[in-house]
């Protein structure tokens, strides 16, 4: 049930046909609340529609009606997002789904046979390439529900702390959770992206992963673009804190050498569990210019601190076109942006220039 209040918190008006109904209904944008949708339907538990501050459900047959009172988005560092309904019955519920570990760690008390259970399927869904999800419920006592709901309301209409008091708030209010499940929705590459990643690679550009998944699953979507490659020897470099990195960097460095970790002709690749942080800190190290490409609103940092931003629109919602310098609809165009508009953008650049410079010598010449 709780798929159903989490996923039905934004509204676009596009078909939707929800085991094999023909009826046009408003639908959230993302394949992962379809899927999660889906889900609840085939358990019974199918959303009807959404007005302002309602949410309409068909329980099992039954018709209700829940009222949204309040909604903690989700971002790159949160994580998770949440929201608040008053259920028919009067009880003020807060469900919230998110990343494995910012669910764990806010869990009211769970067995760790449990945990460790729960941790495992989480991990297997990770390594067959799966996208994973936690999900967790708490039922607020009225009396905390008041006092905190006073302070988001002060907050929402305050334009300049909104953000940072938003934050605040949902830490004491998301807490003392219940373990609902998890879910593993299928991440599926769009068309021709290992093509488009081996023209990169080919071209001499260094392609980086940045990605919040699991590590398994972050393998798994290298592999299945191309990036990694079953020959190429694999290091892995999860370490929490900088002296175990430090560690680990010269055990590989021992166990390769020197020699092959200071090649430069040597075809390497990467992926990382950061976005923004690290395209700082290529700015900040590597020569050359740095392009970031994302579709999802975690990706809106990452995209708005590149030299150049690009955001793919579409399933994901508008949030990275937005923050972006271009806009395509699917990746493999990032090919024809980069070596035919970006190549037809540097000669006309060069031209331009050449002609500002002649002109300049001329009118000095007269003068």
């Known amino acids: 049930m709780s798929f159903v209040p989490c996923s039905s918190r934004r509204r676009i008006r596009r078909p939707w046909n929800l085991r094999g109904s023909t009826k046009q209904n408003v639908f959230p944008g993302t394949d992962d609340e379809h899927a999660l949708l889906e889900l609840a339907a085939d358990a019974g538990f199918v959303f009807k529609r959404r007005a302002p501050g309602k949410c309409f459900v068909n329980v099992l047959g039954t018709a209700l009606e829940y009222d949204l009172v309040a909604i903690l988005e989700f971002d790159s560092e949160r994580k998770r997002m949440s929201v608040i309904v008053r259920e028919p019955g009067g009880k003020i519920k807060l ?177 990382v569990d950061a976005t923004a942080a690290v395209t700082r800190l290529l700015k900040a190290n590597v020569c050359g210019a740095v392009l970031a490409i994302g579709d999802g609103a975690n990706d809106v940092a990452m995209l708005q601190e590149a030299d150049v931003g690009v955001g793919i629109a579409g399933q994901e919602g508008m949030q990275a076109a937005l923050a972006s310098d271009y806009t395509i609809t699917q990746f493999h165009h990032l090919d024809r942006l980069l070596f035919v508009h970006g190549t037809l953008s540097l000669f006309r650049t060069s031209k331009c220039i050449l002609l500002a410079l002649y002109k300049n010598v001329l009118e000095t010449c007269v003068l």
């Open 95 to 271: 469900y919230i789904k998110g990343a494995d570990q910012k669910i764990f760690e806010r869990l009211k008390s769970v067995s760790q046979k449990e945990l460790k259970r729960t941790a495992g399927h989480l991990q297997q869904f990770a390594i067959g390439g799966y996208r994973t999800l936690c999900f967790a419920v708490r039922t607020i006592e009225m009396a905390t529900f008041n006092a905190w709901y006073k302070e988001y309301l002060k907050t929402i209409n305050d334009p300049v702390k909104r953000k940072t008091r938003l934050a605040e708030l949902a830490e004491v209010i998301e807490k003392e959770l219940v373990l609902i499940g998890v879910s593993a929705i299928e991440d599926r590459l769009q068309k021709y992206v290992p093509e488009t990643v081996g023209r990169l690679v080919s071209a001499g550009i260094r392609v980086w992963v940045l990605t919040g998944d699991k590590l398994e699953t972050a393998v798994n979507i290298g592999n299945s673009c191309h990036l990694l490659s079953a020959k190429a020897p694999m290091m892995v470099l999860s370490s929490n804190s900088a002296q175990r990195a430090k560690e680990d960097l010269a055990k590989y460095a021992r166990l390769l050498g020197e020699k092959v970790l200071s090649r430069r002709d040597q075809q390497l690749s990467l992926i």
